[in-house]
DNA sequence: TGTTGACCTCAACCTTGGTTGAGCCAATAA
DNA sequence: TTATTGGCTCAACCAAGGTTGAGGTCAACA
């Protein structure tokens, strides 16, 4: 009954591929950026270890979240290489992920937060908003014209 | 007292380039784009309505939130191009600007509930947590890999 | 004995969002 | 009168995140 899966055994790329929807272009691309890696086998084939499935699922929500690729190159970066992550490997590089994503979202919403007075104050305009304001009144109280981009980038 | 500023008078490039902080190179940009718009004066020079500064810095936040300069050209779209916007335009471009912000939180946010639901349950793993699990049991259960990537894109 | 399918490498190309540099023009200041 | 300043155009380049295609290898099927 449950003999026709093995679920020990390495993964071709194919198999990688219908289980993840990721292409071997980005497969390979990913390999080549350090997020992922494989082993080959005998007729220089790549093998990946199953937990390879869950760093590529990782890949593919951040993409959606728009985290670079090279900020979660750094987050796996906490899990080893030479071995398969442990239960608490997963849980610890969770933790910097969970944090970095906070992080995130807090930059966002008080972005946001700040647009959307703006738009409460009915005015979108440069008179009386902060965040829309890098000229006129400002202009005349000092050099500052820069407010927008002197804050922390998301 | 305040004949030193004029407030109504177009504007040069290099004076649009001090009070939002972005550099000619970027607005020549954006006008190719389709974004921003300037006349000319007599020697062949750009010269921009004030209100391109709105517009600017529009491009400037929704830079930092993420959006395509393509959506923002679409909001953008419903602008009057041969007038000054009134605050009735503003106001219009402003609620399709929030509706559309608040649609991309809500996807985001979502997103990492559903992760943070992982995160939860102690263990970021293809066994019990649907978001993370693109294979083994899903794979029982029908064709269904692709769950991540049939969801609504961010 | 094909030929088909799965996989490989490498180079070229694509889109987005720009920057950099060469070469030119016009107004102004020393 | 000659910089210097401020602007212009156009082409080339960059990084990220890939895709596409050419050309090759191997195993398995008819």
Redesign the pocket.
């Known amino acids: 009954m449950d003999g026709h899966v093995d679920t020990t055994a390495p993964l071709?790329?194919?198999?990688v591929?219908r289980r993840t929807g990721v292409?071997?272009?980005?497969l390979?691309?990913?390999e080549r950026?350090g997020l992922v890696f494989?082993g080959?086998d005998?007729?220089?084939?790549?093998i990946y270890a199953r937990h390879m499935l869950r760093r590529i699922s990782l890949?593919i929500i951040g993409?959606r979240l728009g985290i670079?690729?090279?900020d979660l190159g750094a987050l796996f970066a906490e899990l080893p290489a030479n071995r398969e992550p442990t239960h608490e490997d997963w849980q610890r590089m969770s933790r910097s992920w969970h944090r970095q994503l906070q992080e995130r979202r807090r930059i966002l919403e008080n972005l946001e937060r700040e647009l959307t007075g703006c738009i409460g104050c009915g005015c979108l305009s440069m008179k009386a908003c902060a965040l829309l304001n890098p000229d006129d009144e400002l202009q005349q109280e000092g050099p500052g014209p820069v407010r927008l981009q002197r804050r922390p980038t998301a």
């Open positions: 071709t790329i194919g198999e591929i292409p071997a272009s980005a390979h691309f990913y950026k494989s080959r005998g007729y220089n084939q790549r890949i993409k670079p690729l090279s």
